[in-house]
């Protein structure tokens, strides 16, 4: 009788134990920081649960989320895998310079749902001549330099291409995005533009800013975005997030509101990009002094968040509508704010995605 | 219930471990056939009931052979294990194979049939082979009668090859259920095959799978040359780590309670040929249709080209209820008929690095048509394999095969013998088992690792 199969046995089933006791006790978090997602709850017996099979999954649900070092676990497996030369995992490209991406490819684009939002757009902007059309091109698009080699990515000119041959006044900013490429136009670790990028794009629309108008100011060095979330373990930079003041403007220039234009007590959580506009809010309007009598109503994605603070330059009211959460009715809320222009901005990959904007189908 | 899950592998394991380890030796069997409940319950609550009903009818039946045998009334010991076959066959075709048979006749002729869609029970192509392997045997007076129900449902229900197999005959078995001896010998060794067949199956096959899984969901018709090769590569490796390393936890959990189950594959891609390969592939399953249908129609003595036709047909069949696995069998019937029957392919030299690669290629189009949807798309599938009107390269080419070289490698070398041959050889000459057993250890870390990998579900958007 080897000693050795004597101690490995014991080890080993210590192990198995140990593994099982830990887990039971570790009832400390009940919300994922990394995952964005509440864990599951220890369920309770139930005959009908227990028939159907579902006590069973639920049980099985709740260890695997509660595991004893569940999340350093999987960081060693994020980082065998790609080791062993895995660049996607969980759908984010890992790229060349610390460059993360959607991963978005032909397979598992929504070219239908595009095409339906496309035509939804075509037919409220006939009916609505104010309005304006902007996609915001994907990283993977404007860099796709640093994709990892050999790495597919849809071919979002075409999607352009196609927009541009419909009646929409579509406001193309790839040329811009592929002029300044050389500057931080979007996050590393994340999928949204940087500040720097959506000024950009607000100076082509406007055309009467200049950097220097502003401070850029740095509100966190440690920005890590939705994109590290899905590789933990294996990405090591933090971006920076910028805000920009207009020098000219004064400091109560924002004459009502009802949602902050910086919420700084976000900058604490794990999604810092919701210090812009407080996070994806299903209506928020914003008056400024500035007594030109024009407003403007932007349906939008999370993209326009860091947009908004340059808008509020031209406009005395800006309303803002995520119409993923907004439920009222949009008819109405046209009629009675009557914007003197109407701005659609949409990422290009989320825009491909949403449903929200069955909301502007149909409006008579 | 899965080996591959936290629950069996912090929770139910250890519990029964535990459990059997702490009562008295004739209170074991109890301990395994309440687990082994537990164990299929977990995962059919309901339908345990027909897998409780199938193993007393062959329990029953065993009885009354052994009863009328005594009385050497040999009609009524034909009547009852023709009872037996028929039962067993008839519950396995009415779960399994019903829809498939409904379907096939709508289609002869041209009908709408209302009949219900029937859930197949989990691992009942095992138990019910399992169970007329018993009857069978006791007919055929290769084992005695066992009468005590307690220690049959023991056996039918033995938790580590209850869902997956590998199938054991009663008579490999009969003896382990009374005179097992475990050791901590034993019980290591047991140990160490889990985690090897746990790292085949989580690390090995669960990411070469999703390679093949990514190639599968592009439409044949678009593939390469170069992409086609790599998704049937892809399979060829997944479905070897999947199977065999459930095979390998099984065996080694039986060897944890001092069972010794017998192996279930045995390198089948070190195969020289089509024969070689189905004495290495699933030999569990082969063995059970070569005792219970080849050699009772007749074997290689009367009429053995159709008899062996009939055997693969029906192992197809076994696989799953659709044409595909039909024609797969057919396949490798073919093949063998062949091998069986012209000359120079039998008295070929082995050990030739072509033969091997020919057998491999063989094979791999076998797998093609395992898990196309349908002769047609197999057929496409093949096409591209072959450079018929087919590019070389396509855009996923490259990525994918950059992304996943390693790993190719790696299940390449361990579908060979090599590693366990030099590991043998350095354990000869140096006696070191600590750093052995450290590497087990290491080994189940890293298969924890990637089944946690596998329960990681981020959300972009945050709603309450």
């Not at chain 1, 994806?280 to 024009?294: A, C, L, P, R």
């Not at chain 1, 968040?305 to 330059?313: D, G, R």
């Not at chain 2, 094979?363 to 070389?392: A, D, P, Q």
Request: net charge positive; aromatic share 20%.
């Amino acid at each position: 009788m080897k000693k050795s199969n004597i101690v490995f046995s014991i080890l080993f089933v210590a192990i198995l134990i140990m593994g099982g006791i830990l887990t039971l006790l570790n009832n400390k978090s009940f919300f994922s920081f990394t995952e964005n997602r509440y864990l599951a709850l220890f369920p309770n017996f139930d005959f009908y649960n227990f028939k159907e099979g579902k006590y069973m999954l639920d049980l099985e649900n709740y260890v695997n989320d509660h595991l004893i070092g569940r999340e350093n676990l999987i960081k060693l497996k994020n980082k065998v895998q790609y080791y062993m030369g895995k660049r996607d995992i969980q759908d984010v490209y890992i790229g060349k310079n610390d460059y993360l991406f959607e991963k978005v490819t032909s397979d598992n684009f929504n070219f239908n749902r595009l095409k339906e939002n496309i035509e939804i757009v075509n037919e409220f902007s006939q009916k609505y001549k104010n309005t304006k059309f902007l996609l915001v091109p994907s990283k993977g698009y404007i860099y796709d330099e640093y994709l990892p080699s050999f790495a597919t990515y849809i071919e979002e000119k075409e999607i352009f291409d196609y927009i541009k041959e419909m009646n929409i006044n579509f406001i193309d900013v790839t040329d811009i995005f592929f002029q300044r490429k050389s500057e931080k136009l979007y996050y590393k670790t994340d999928h949204h533009w940087t500040t720097l990028g959506a000024f950009y794009v607000y100076n082509y629309i406007f055309n009467n800013s200049k950097i220097d108008d502003y401070n850029w100011v740095e509100v966190s060095d440690s920005f890590k975005g939705t994109l590290d979330s899905k590789i933990i373990g294996l990405n090591k930079i933090s971006d920076s997030i910028y805000l920009a003041q207009n020098k000219k403007l004064l400091n109560d220039f924002i004459v009502n509101s009802n949602s902050y234009l910086y919420d700084w007590e976000k900058l604490k959580n794990k999604n810092q990009y919701d210090f812009f506009l407080g996070g994806n809010t299903d209506e928020v309007y914003f008056e400024t002094n500035n007594k030109n009598g024009k407003s403007i109503l932007i349906f939008k994605d999370s993209f326009a968040n860091s947009f908004v603070s340059f808008i509020l330059n031209d406009y005395q009211f800006v309303y803002i509508i995520d119409l993923r959460y907004f439920n009222g009715n949009v008819l109405d809320y046209i009629k009675e704010k009557n914007p003197t222009d109407i701005l659609i901005l949409y990422g290009l990959n989320n825009f491909s995605d949403d449903i929200g904007l069955l909301k502007l189908q149909n409006i008579k | 219930m899965l080996f591959s899950s936290f629950i069996f592998i912090f929770f139910f394991l250890p519990l029964t471990i535990i459990c059997y380890y702490l009562v008295p030796k004739k209170t074991r069997n109890f301990v395994l056939l309440f687990f082994s409940i537990l164990f299929y319950m977990w995962g059919e609550p309901i339908y345990i009931f027909i897998m409780l009903f199938s193993t007393l009818f062959d329990y029953i039946n065993g009885i009354f052979l052994d009863y009328f045998r005594n009385k050497n009334n040999n009609l009524v010991v034909k009547i009852i294990l023709i009872i037996s076959i028929v039962g067993n066959l008839g519950i396995l075709t009415f779960f399994k194979y019903s829809n498939f048979l409904v379907n096939n006749l709508e289609n002869i002729l041209n009908v709408n049939i209302n009949f219900p869609l029937i859930v197949m029970p989990i691992g009942i192509s095992f138990y019910t082979f399992q169970t007329m392997s018993y009857t069978i045997d006791v007919y055929k007076g290769i084992v005695p009668v066992q009468k005590n129900i307690w220690k049959f449902a023991t056996y039918v229900m033995l938790f580590p090859q209850l869902i997956a197999g590998p199938i054991i005959k009663y008579s490999d078995i009969y003896n382990d259920l009374d005179k097992r001896r475990e050791s901590f010998e034993m019980f290591s060794s047991g140990i160490k095959r889990f985690i090897i067949g746990l790292f085949k199956k989580v690390v090995l096959a669960n990411s070469i799978g999703s390679v093949f899984v990514t190639i599968k969901s592009i439409s044949f018709d678009q593939l390469s040359f170069f992409t086609a090769w790599i998704g049937a590569l892809a399979f060829t490796f997944q479905i070897y780590y999947d199977f065999s390393g459930y095979s390998d936890m099984a065996i080694g959990i039986g060897k944890m309670f001092g069972f010794n189950f017998k192996e279930n594959f045995n390198y089948p891609y070190m195969a020289k040929n089509i024969t070689d390969f189905w004495r290495r592939w699933h030999i569990s399953l082969s063995t059970w249709f070569k005792e219970y249908v080849y050699i009772p129609l007749g074997g290689n003595k009367k009429h053995k080209n159709i008899n062996l036709m009939i055997v693969w047909l029906l192992t197809g069949l076994w696989h799953g209820a659709s044409w595909n696995f039909v024609f797969w069998g057919a396949y490798f019937g073919i093949l063998l008929i062949l091998e069986k029957n012209i000359n120079f392919l039998k008295k070929r030299k082995t050990c030739n690095i072509w033969a091997h690669i020919f057998t491999m290629i063989l094979i791999i189009i076998g797998w093609v048509f395992f898990f196309s949807e349908n002769l047609s798309s197999s057929f496409l599938y093949l096409e591209k394999m072959f450079l018929i009107k087919t590019n070389i390269v396509d855009k996923y080419s490259f990525y994918l095969l950059f992304n996943n070289l390693v790993l190719f490698i790696i299940c390449f070398i361990l579908s060979t013998d090599k590693l366990e041959s030099l590991l043998k050889n350095i354990k000869n000459k140096f006696d070191k088992p600590f750093i052995f057993n450290l590497a087990y250890i290491f080994l189940f870390i890293l298969s924890i690792a990637f089944l946690a990998g596998d329960t990681y579900n981020p959300f972009l958007y945050f709603r309450f």
